[in-house]
């Protein structure tokens, strides 16, 4: 059975990081999007010889307090050379429209976790979900007092993606939120906006040793570029987390 459709049409679009960008759409069918904050839709559009294909994109929106559904739906897209969906990407203006379907996906909080902390670890654009569950977070927090980890990989600060509102999250709720870039190729210059006790240098499976995983308490989020989501599974299975205390998605870059 084909899966449902709906048109989104652009209202807005910004560069978040050189060759990212953070996309604003609106159903134009007047509906509203639900979804769990996690999920992902599929855009969908032809290559140069009509064929049909798609992708993925976590969403980004994030949701008002006690909603379940979204009027704007926000993604960061990658953009790929010469990548057939990123000249769709590069050609859209606003007032367009692009083919959608979903939501889909698992990779989200779940109303029976009762852990003591989240260690939510991305990289690139795999941080993108972690932005739609911020309101979820702060309700866990303000309900049963969860420690929240947020370590996000970057090779340079100005590829750190939403890094000031994960900074400003972490900065409302001090005794609950450590927000922790981690730069493997450059550090941000002394005074600057990214520079921050709390940065760190190398590869994030290599800092997660740092924060001392705890099979008792933590539940882990990996989600990005599929080498560091395996070997971020490894370091936490190493340190006694359990396959169902550690929950994955992989993020693969296609043309």
């Given amino acids: 059975m084909a899966i449902p459709r709906f048109p989104l049409k652009l209202e807005s679009w910004r560069p978040l990081a050189?060759?990212?960008?953070?996309?604003?759409?609106?159903?134009?069918?007047?509906?509203?999007?639900?979804?769990?904050?996690?999920?992902?839709?599929?855009?969908?559009?032809?290559?140069?010889?009509?064929?049909?294909?798609?992708?993925?994109?976590s969403l980004a929106t994030v949701l008002e307090q006690g909603s379940e559904a979204a009027t704007l739906v926000e993604i960061a897209v990658s953009f790929v050379p010469g990548g057939a969906a990123t000249a769709l990407f590069e050609g859209?203006?606003?007032?367009?429209?692009?083919?959608?379907?979903?939501?889909?996906?698992r990779f989200c909080l779940m109303p029976q976790d009762d852990n003591r902390r989240y260690l939510l670890i991305a990289t690139g654009t795999g941080v993108t979900p972690y932005r739609s569950m911020l309101p979820l977070l702060e309700q866990a927090i303000a309900t049963r007092g969860v420690q929240v980890v947020l370590l996000q990989g970057a090779r340079r600060p100005e590829e750190l993606l939403y890094g000031d509102e994960f900074r400003a999250f972490a900065d409302r709720h001090p005794d609950h939120v450590r927000y922790l870039p981690c730069f493997s190729r450059e550090m941000p210059r002394e005074g600057s906006a990214h520079a921050h006790p709390d940065v760190r240098r190398g590869y994030v499976q290599q800092c997660l040793d740092s924060l001392a995983p705890d099979p008792g308490g933590d539940i882990a989020y990996l989600?990005?570029?599929?080498?560091?989501?395996?070997?971020?599974?490894?370091?936490?299975?190493?340190?006694?987390?359990?396959?169902?205390?550690?929950?994955?998605?992989?993020?693969?870059?296609?043309?």
């Fill in 18 to 57: 050189p060759g990212i960008c953070h996309y604003v759409f609106r159903r134009d069918d007047g509906q509203p999007l639900p979804f769990l904050p996690g999920q992902f839709i599929q855009v969908h559009f032809q290559y140069a010889d009509g064929t049909e294909t798609k992708r993925s994109y």
């Fill in 223 to 255: 989600c990005g570029n599929p080498n560091m989501v395996d070997a971020a599974f490894q370091e936490l299975r190493d340190a006694g987390l359990e396959p169902r205390q550690i929950r994955r998605e992989k993020y693969v870059s296609s043309k």
């Fill in 92 to 105: 859209l203006e606003v007032g367009d429209s692009v083919q959608a379907s979903g939501p889909f996906g």
